[in-house]
């Protein structure tokens, strides 16, 4: 075995160590290892359910056995998917991904963005099953998945970001999350960890929507009674050109006063933000504003590079899992096995995007690494912890 192999099976079972086999082990045909190691292998070559998964084990069955032990060869498709339904899906994802956070450790990110995903075909109509809504946290920067917890609906996710949040170290960064994340709870717990909060807000906390408006209608009028242009630091705006559109982005940030009542409220609550987007598409113009509170100061371009970051999960994360992954099409209805599969396409996803000799993108990774042993393995030379 080369060096990136023996880094491969080295890592694999160091993160792997503590998780718990849910099988009988006198029963058991295949080293759990060797499962879970052909399954990531086949999710980067292009595998997507679990039959191509068995495929891909078959077609590589003598490179495999090159560094596997395989007692009793290729486990079959069912045996997969069985195996990855009895795995308890927190501490599944908890042990996959010590890889991208020790990646994310020596790439120093600083923004986090907290989103939710729905895997719209794991829904199951004649019971009543909900879609699997799951809650990831990237990391802008890197374009790393840190974490992830599942949960049954998308209302759920209230609960899921705080059990989120405990799997991360987030001393240093700044989280970012959309209106649906905007709770003191929420907010309270970000700073108890030493971390920094961006949150969306709308209608969802009574008072508080109401309280920010107020603010940001007093600093627009102290504005237009000042005679010197407002600080660079509290107003930014970018302008761009693209896509048959021009879109001009304006941010204000102002400081919550001390004494204001929301303060006592929201731990660490020191800024208000109002990023007003202004679209021209053909002859139409459109205006939009948006409200997101912050524990940070009031520096506009910071909270607004912040904020533009957070969609990063949605254009860059989501975006690819459906397009090159295939995931909202997967008609894949069992809980744990949905969860812990969709936490082996992000890890999939993150190593393919920190390989940067291909640049011809995923698919064609996904493609290069189907026909070449040696390109995949450069693939899995970014995961050593």
Same mark, same amino acid.
């Given at each position: ?7 491969? @099976? !080295?890592?694999?079972? =160091? ?8 099988r009988? /082990?006198?029963?058991c045909?295949? =080293?759990l ?19 191509e @998964? ?5 077609? $590589? +069955? ?24 009895l ?36 829904h199951?109509?004649?019971s ?6 799951l809650? *990831?946290?990237?990391? =802008?920067?890197? #374009?790393? *998945?840190? #974490? ?7 209302s ?22 959309? %209106?649906?994340g905007?709770?003191?709870e929420?907010?309270?717990q970000?700073?108890?960890?030493? #971390? ?14 109401e +309280?920010?408006l ?9 504005e ?8 660079k ?18 941010? $204000? ?10 303060r ?6 020191c ?5 007003t ?10 205006w939009e504003?948006?409200l ?8 506009? /371009?910071?909270? %607004? &590079? %912040? ?20 995931? &909202? ?5 069992d809980?744990?096995?949905?969860? !812990? ?14 390989? /940067? ?14 026909? &070449?042993?040696k390109?995949?393995? !450069?693939?899995? %030379?970014?995961?050593?912890?």
């Open positions: 075995m080369d060096a990136d192999t023996i880094a491969f @099976v !080295n890592g694999l079972t =160091t993160c792997f160590a503590e998780l718990h086999d849910p009988v /082990k006198e029963r045909e295949h =080293t290892l060797d499962i879970l190691a052909i399954t990531l292998l086949a999710v980067l070559c292009g595998a997507d359910d679990w039959p @998964v068995e495929l891909f084990g078959r077609k $590589r +069955d003598e490179w495999l056995r090159s560094f596997l032990s395989l007692p009793n060869g290729i486990p079959s498709h069912d045996t997969f998917r069985r195996v990855f339904g795995l308890e899906r927190q501490q599944f994802a908890t042990c996959l991904f010590q890889w991208t956070q020790a990646l994310h450790k020596a790439t120093d990110g600083k923004v986090i963005a907290i989103d939710g995903k729905t895997l719209r075909r794991s199951r109509k004649k009543g099953l909900g879609a699997l809504h809650v *990831t946290a990237w990391a =802008t920067k890197s #374009g790393l *998945t840190l #974490g992830q917890v599942a949960c049954a609906e998308k759920n996710e209230i609960t899921a970001i705080p059990e989120l949040l405990k799997l991360l170290n987030i001393k240093g960064c700044t989280i970012t999350i959309d %209106a649906m905007c709770q003191k929420i907010a309270a970000i700073r108890d960890q030493k #971390g920094h909060y961006v949150l969306g807000l709308k209608g969802n906390q009574s008072g508080l929507e +309280d920010m107020q603010l940001l209608e007093k600093d627009i009028e102290t237009l009674g000042l005679e010197v242009p407002v600080s630091d509290r107003i930014h705006v970018t302008n761009e050109t693209g896509h048959g559109r021009v879109e001009q982005r304006t941010c $204000r940030a102002i400081e919550i006063p001390a004494d204001h009542p929301q006592l409220k929201w731990k660490g609550l800024t208000l933000m109002a990023l987007c202004c679209r021209i598409v053909g002859d139409r113009e459109t504003t948006r997101y509170i912050s524990s940070l100061k009031p520096k506009a /371009k910071a909270l %607004a &590079d %912040a904020i533009r970051q957070h969609w990063s999960i949605e254009n860059t994360q989501h975006w690819s899992l459906d397009v090159t992954f295939g995931e &909202d099409v997967r008609r894949q209805q809980r744990n096995g949905a969860a !812990n599969l969709a936490s082996v396409r992000r890890l999939a996803l993150c190593l393919l995007r920190q390989e /940067k000799t291909n640049k011809r993108g995923l698919k064609n990774k996904r493609l290069e690494c189907a026909l &070449d042993p390109y995949l393995l !450069n693939v899995l %030379a970014n995961a050593k912890i």
